[in-house]
């Protein structure tokens, strides 16, 4: 038996701070308060903030471990990646160019997955639908479920290149005959349900339960 617990570091953007779930906090807290229940299950460290795209991400991951507690001397045993949603938005209309064009999303991704995966098991999940009705978000932002589908394809591509363990949300969730009830009003962020929805998927996932070494 292991003598004391993995730490799993969940990072990424809003998706991951819980933003849109007023009841339970987020999926990735979902999960925490799941796991914290279980004895010997992997400590949770989640570690979103709103707006990261993938160069953020890339800045940061790294002293996100380096100077927390007790992974201070020690990396994590998993690291779960949930970004690409904000690297897809149009800035200023519809036509307009992306945060990050789909290949320089997906050269960027592969070099930073690259080189966590030197250190820590890396897990990745996909992109969420969103409601174009609503858009432009913030004024100025313009999404759309095509791109998203276009960009979860570019970080598939990438896990399936690494061997990385990849579980798609997009192509999942955009078939659910009520997929945008799952949606908060704001158009890109989930609800309560369907941050309750990605909890479930990943309670699920059997790569993910595997590595827990939950029983």
Known sequence: ??????????????????????????????????????????????????????????????????????????????????????????????????????????????RLVSEIKKEVQVMMIGLTPVNEAVMPFAECLWYSNNSCSIYEKKIEETCLELNIPFLSIHNKMIKEDSWGKLISSDGIHLNSDGHKWIFNQLKEWNFLKNWSEII
Not at 9 to 32: N, P
């Open 1 to 110: 038996m292991r003598k004391y617990p993995k730490k799993l570091i969940i990072i990424g953007d809003s998706g991951v701070y819980g933003w849109g779930d007023i009841e339970g906090g987020g999926w990735s807290e979902r999960l925490r308060q799941n796991w914290i229940k279980l004895e010997n299950a992997p400590i949770i460290y989640s570690l979103g903030v709103r707006g990261d795209g993938l160069e953020k991400v890339a800045k940061r991951y790294r002293d996100e471990w380096k100077n927390r507690g007790e992974l201070r001397r020690n990396v994590p045993e998993g690291l779960l990646l949930s970004i690409g949603l904000n690297d897809t938005a149009r800035i200023g209309s519809q036509d307009g160019r992306p945060q990050l064009t789909e290949d320089a999303f997906k050269f960027g991704l592969k």
